[in-house]
């Protein structure tokens, strides 16, 4: 897709401050540090609109990107992040709960995961969660360029199969480093959106 418009709209930390011009949804949940707002800089195509980090905790609100006066990307706070203090970790639960359960223009939810690593307790329970509340969920396998690609088949196997993934929802392998699965990812958000 041909990116004319980007525009970081809010981070919001309270519902009231959420947008309220009912654009289409698509919010990025995963673990701290797996690369969500890397993903959302590439699909973008604005190196360092999303702040990313090599420190884990980096994006703490719900960082709202408008793209082509048409869409949200919402980048939500990554999970299961040790230094957190717990009252912290309790509001971002709470946060991202509230949100998930009762906002009416999100489409979908894009579950990153490192394509390297089985899915943590953490990502378990965002998937069910997510099924729980019937929310259309895309699972991303990050990091790909961190793995040789004779091995992307074998690991996105053993992701599906401890998620308990549904044959209903979709998936895309994803580099932040080198653009793959950029194109795939905007002609489902665009399927989603025409739904
Ligand atoms: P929090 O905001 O803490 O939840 O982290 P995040 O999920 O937003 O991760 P972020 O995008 O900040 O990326 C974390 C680190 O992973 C950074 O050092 C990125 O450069 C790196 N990274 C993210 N995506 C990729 C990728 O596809 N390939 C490689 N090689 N590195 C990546
Ligand atoms: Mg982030």
């Given at each position: 897709m041909k990116i004319t418009n980007v525009e970081f709209v809010i981070s919001a930390?309270?519902?009231?401050?959420?947008?309220?011009?009912?654009l289409p949804e698509f919010a990025l949940a995963g673990r701290?540090?797996?690369g969500k707002s890397s993903l959302i800089n590439k699909m973008i195509m604005r190196k360092g609109l999303a702040r990313t980090s090599?420190?884990?905790?980096?994006?703490?609100q719900l960082n709202y990107y408008r793209v082509n006066e048409r869409v949200y990307l919402v980048d939500f706070p990554g999970y299961g992040?040790?230094?957190?203090s717990k009252v912290q970790r309790a509001q971002f639960g709470t946060m991202i709960e509230t949100f998930l359960g009762d906002r009416d223009p999100l489409r979908m939810v894009l579950l990153i995961v490192d394509i390297r690593h089985s899915p943590s307790k953490d990502d378990i329970l965002m998937y069910d969660w997510l099924k729980h509340y019937e929310i259309p969920v895309c699972v991303v396998t990050t990091k790909a360029d961190k793995v040789p690609k004779s091995q992307w088949p074998k690991q996105v196997k053993m992701i599906k199969t401890e998620l308990g993934f549904h044959p209903e929802d979709r998936h895309v392998l994803f580099s932040s480093e080198t653009g793959l699965g950029r194109e795939e990812l905007w002609a489902i958000i665009d399927e989603v959106i025409a739904e």
């Open positions: 930390v309270r519902p009231d401050q959420y947008p309220v011009d009912d701290s540090n797996v090599a420190q884990p905790g980096k994006t703490q992040y040790a230094k957190v």
